[in-house]
């Protein structure tokens, strides 16, 4: 600081910026873009060399912003209270706040079960017995899906495209939930090599209110291996042979999932695609 600024400030009883923003412990760039808001300007600027300098009776206005700012209220509402400061104002500042906080709270919540899903969903895959058929009662999912004939030939990731497009879907709910279909009557004919419908498995967290379907709640044979789409025909076959060696009636459509692929990793050993077949079993019939 110069001698003139040291003699102007002293007199004046003034702070200059540097000094304002070390005794509030900010950022010099703060206090200009609060200067720039209008929420806290600068109680003299010197008209030749154009210094900005506060003094102490705008303390208590800046511990309002900091304490403000600390409840995370957004600028533009700081600066409306000031144009209006009054105890209701502030009262109406603190309802809105807390609506705010309530919401991310929810936010949160659905993103921390989101998490908890996938990581069970991938610990689940990296740790299954791959190639042996398992008996699972599984849930009705919800489901958006695209019903189209196509083959592995076909891009799946422009039927994906398809199928967000047409439901306006966000693309971040999309990993490890996609999935593709095999009719019945297909597997009943053992044919294998074309799929009915790609969909996309909604969970609550998705808040997505309108689904196209479900699939319904029922025993199915499942199998997990070690590959995507283009490895799944000798699963299909084991999936087949287990239903009929036992009897077993199918139900429903298969069910297709890649749980680990290009999208979670580089390394093709660690892909992971599930198998589900509906099925009825007899009465008597323990697993």
Known sequence: MTEKVQQETGKRGLL???EMARLFHMNIRTLRYYDQLGILKPEYVNPETKYRYYSTNQFERMNTIKYLRALDVPLEKIASFFNEKDVNTMLSIFADQRER???KQR???QIERKLTNRMEQIQAALSAPYGQVTVKQLPQ??????EKDFTLADDLELLIRDLSRDHRLDEAIFLGKVGVSISQQDLEKNQIKRF???FLVLEAEDNFAESDGALPAASYATVQYQGTHQAAAPYYRLLLDYLAAR???MTGDSVEITIIDWGMTNDSNKFVTELQ???IAPKMLKF
């Open 16 to 18: 200059t910026v540097g």
């Open 101 to 103: 906080v309530l919401e």
């Open 107 to 109: 936010q949160l919540i």
């Open 141 to 146: 999912r919800e489901l958006v899906l695209l």
């Open 196 to 198: 009915s419908s790609i």
């Open 247 to 249: 009897g077993l009636k």
């Open 277 to 279: 077949i509906p099925f």
